[in-house]
């Protein structure tokens, strides 16, 4: 049976959807069958691997709020080994919708269970808030990975988003366990990037990646280009930095690259 990983932190632009989408393409290209499901209704995880998310007629809204199949919605990528479970503006309402309903925080753990025995690992893309969706997220996955960009109110929030997952897991899901912190958008010329690195250490003893992903051009533009950075310029640091932090994962869970 897969495991299931969410990527969160109810803060914007720290890197959350950049290090789902890269982590499940680079994951893919290791040899491992790997679902990457959307649940953040801006769709940037989507679009980032070339779907159209106004093409989409049935979306993760669909399958957490409705009562579609995980398998109907499932999109193969061009991408070696990835498929994806898309998202669309239609999860903006999803909040609202999903407080009437029974099993509310269940929805979607409930929807993934009949395929998680097909992916090695499923990658949550959550929406940068720490609503009812994000509630379904952690109530649907094994573990956490925490982006954390470097930056001077890095730690901002966390404490409140680490009350989140403990609530979680002491409520509605008992495994739910912290996977690891990944520090993003690092600059190593700058004094306050090095504090911060050294403030988040502390925060999270033991959790931190040893990887920490750059500030990188090619990183940025890969979205508008509909692919991982992997297959946009394989070369570039971005790149080369979420290949080493993709075999960390794979590492602290037991996997090694079966690269072709």
């Known amino acids: 049976m897969g495991k299931t990983v969410a990527v969160v932190n109810q803060k914007g632009g720290v890197g959350k959807t950049t290090t789902a989408v890269n982590l499940a393409a680079i994951i893919g290209h290791y040899g491992y069958k790997v679902l990457l499901v959307d649940v953040d209704p801006q769709?940037?995880?989507?679009?980032?691997?070339?779907?159209?998310?106004?093409?989409?007629?049935?979306?993760?809204?669909?399958?957490?709020?409705?009562?579609?199949?995980?398998?109907?919605?499932?999109?193969?990528?061009?991408?070696?080994?990835?498929?994806?479970?898309?998202s669309n503006m239609n999860l903006a309402g999803a909040e609202l919708e999903l407080v009437d309903l029974e099993g509310r925080e269940s929805r979607l753990r409930n929807a993934l269970a009949p395929v998680k025995d097909k992916?090695?690992?499923?990658?949550?893309?959550?929406?940068?808030?720490?609503?009812?969706?994000?509630?379904?997220?952690?109530?649907?996955?094994?573990?956490?990975?925490?982006?954390?960009?470097?930056?001077?109110?890095?730690?901002?929030?966390?404490s409140q988003l680490m009350n989140t997952i403990r609530q979680v897991k002491r409520l509605y899901n008992s495994y739910l366990e912290l996977e690891?912190?990944?520090?993003?958008?690092?600059?190593?010329?700058?004094?306050?990037?090095?504090?911060?690195?050294?403030?988040?250490?502390?925060?999270?003893?033991?959790?931190?990646?040893?990887?920490?992903?750059?500030?990188?051009?090619?990183l940025s533009e890969a979205p508008s280009f509909g692919q991982p950075v992997f297959y946009y310029d394989k070369s570039s640091k971005g790149s080369v930095a979420y290949g080493e932090f993709t075999k960390e994962?794979?590492?602290?869970?037991?996997?090694?690259?079966?690269?072709?």
Do not use: H, W
């Not at 499923?122 to 509630?135: A, E, K, N, Q, R």
């Open 180 to 218: 690891g912190v990944l520090l993003t958008m690092f600059d190593g010329r700058l004094n306050l990037t090095q504090q911060v690195v050294g403030e988040v250490k502390r925060f999270f003893p033991q959790k931190v990646y040893a990887t920490v992903i750059p500030r990188n051009v090619r």
């Open 43 to 86: 769709g940037n995880a989507t679009s980032g691997l070339g779907i159209n998310k106004r093409e989409v007629s049935e979306s993760t809204y669909d399958m957490i709020v409705g009562d579609v199949k995980a398998e109907s919605i499932t999109k193969t990528t061009p991408f070696n080994m990835l498929d994806v479970l898309p």
């Open 249 to 260: 994962f794979l590492k602290k869970n037991g996997r090694r690259p079966k690269e072709k």
């Open 119 to 158: 992916y090695d690992f499923i990658i949550i893309d959550c929406p940068p808030s720490l609503g009812l969706l994000t509630v379904n997220v952690l109530c649907a996955s094994d573990s956490v990975i925490v982006p954390i960009q470097c930056e001077y109110y890095a730690l901002e929030g966390l």
